[in-house]
């Protein structure tokens, strides 16, 4: 087991009675914006370190086969609890366990997008370093098709970082696997709780919403459609 998938299932008693019940991620609802001219139900998204399921949920609703990843067990059984009560469609979500720091238990090029709010930035690059964050990278580079979105939800926990040096920190860490799309930042003393050891509360200037995109010089990549403005965010209501 990972260092970061040690920490995570270590903490999560201290983790959800604190955090409660907090509306989809913006980066889930930028995920579901941008396919909103495709048939939802052919596709399927990845949402990589699901917790008790608020962006899974979330992106069922919208339509989307999901695929939920995570490290606790316990997790995904309420996760798969809350989509029977949602009275969310047969065959619509899958959840399996995953220690996603070293491999992300999907074939190669099966999914559309992938989702990821707060595990490579804040788990995997703090507790699995540099070397972690790059294996994951290489993972979810795999089990993305060609063009496939990779949306996240960043934070280096490095403080007093400028939008543009978190914005080059991050391109220069997916670089070689993703073409960037947009890079923007979520807002200034950003708050968002983190179970480590203690449960303890972060606010710094760290944090972006990344959308990019799988490519492949050789064979080129599909057009990605364009964007109107994102979701609004409401930093009172968390990630």
């Not at 001219?37 to 962006?55: I, P």
């Not at 086969?65 to 619509?92: C, F, P, T, Y």
């Not at 366990?97 to 999907?106: F, H, R, S, T, V």
Request: aromatic fraction near 10%; hydrophobic fraction near 40%.
């Amino acid at each position: 087991m990972s260092k970061s998938a040690e920490i995570y299932r270590k903490n999560l008693p201290f983790y959800y009675p604190i955090v409660g019940d907090i509306p989809p991620s913006r980066a889930a609802r930028f995920l579901a914006k941008a396919f909103r001219k495709e048939d939802r139900s052919r596709l399927t998204v990845v949402d990589a370190g699901c917790g008790e399921g608020r962006d899974t949920l979330f992106l069922l609703r919208e339509g989307f086969h999901v695929i939920a990843l995570d490290a606790s067990e316990r997790n995904l059984k309420v996760l798969s609890q809350k989509s029977i009560e949602a009275n969310i469609a047969s065959g619509m979500l899958e959840c399996r366990i995953a220690d996603l720091a070293k491999k992300i238990p999907i074939g190669d090029s099966e999914v559309d997008a992938l989702l990821d709010v707060w595990v490579l930035g804040p788990i995997i690059l703090r507790y699995d370093g540099k070397a972690g964050a790059i294996r994951y990278l290489k993972e979810v580079y795999r089990v993305l098709k060609l063009g496939g979105l990779f949306v996240s939800e960043f934070e280096t926990l490095i403080p007093n970082l400028s939008s543009e040096e978190l914005k080059k920190y991050f391109a220069n860490l997916v670089k070689g696997f993703f073409s960037i799309i947009t890079l923007e930042s979520i807002e200034t003393d950003y708050v968002h709780y983190l179970a480590i050891q203690n449960l303890h509360r972060i606010e710094e200037n760290s944090a972006i919403l990344a959308i990019t995109q799988k490519e492949d010089i050789r064979r080129g990549v599909k057009k990605y459609p364009k964007l109107s403005k994102t979701p609004s965010f409401d930093p009172s209501r968390g990630s």
